[in-house]
Nanobody, 123 residues
Framework: QVQLVESGGGLVQPGGSLRLSCAASERTFSLYAMGWFRQTPGKEREFLASISWGGSTTNYADSVNGRFTISRDNVKNIAYLHMNSLKPEDTAVYYC????????????????WGKGTLVTVSS
């Protein structure tokens, strides 16, 4: 099973930008669809974005569409989440996920999860 490690979280001011990275352990990374989710205390984990194994298909939640961009580098085995125009309500723990099926990412049932990275948007 692929191991995922997120990085890039931290404190950012409202309106700022941040790029999260998700490093995968396996050489078969390119066979996995990838996704990003976030969670705040007391709430369910929220789907944000997904990307197909080849990168040609992406999906976004309405809450981040136009502000966040998902991408991947199948040579470096890394998926990214570029976040712009950040708002205080974007504060959460952000998780990446992997699945052989893009559908499983979109419906929130991936095969594996990273441990998360905290993003705090505050002045």
């Amino acid at each position: 099973q692929v191991q995922l490690v997120e990085s890039g979280g931290g404190l950012v001011q409202p309106g700022g930008s941040l790029r999260l990275s998700c490093a995968a352990s396996e050489r078969t990374f390119s066979l996995y669809a990838m996704g990003w989710f976030r969670q705040t205390p007391g709430k369910e984990r929220e789907f944000l974005a997904s990307i197909s194994w080849g990168g040609s298909t992406t999906n976004y939640a309405d809450s981040v569409n136009g502000r966040f961009t998902i991408s991947r580098d199948n040579v470096k085995n890394i998926a990214y989440l570029h976040m712009n125009s950040l708002k205080p309500e974007d504060t959460a723990v952000y998780y990446c996920a992997a699945a052989k099926s893009l559908h499983d990412i979109v419906v929130g049932t991936p095969e594996c999860w990273g441990k998360g990275t905290l993003v705090t948007v505050s002045s």
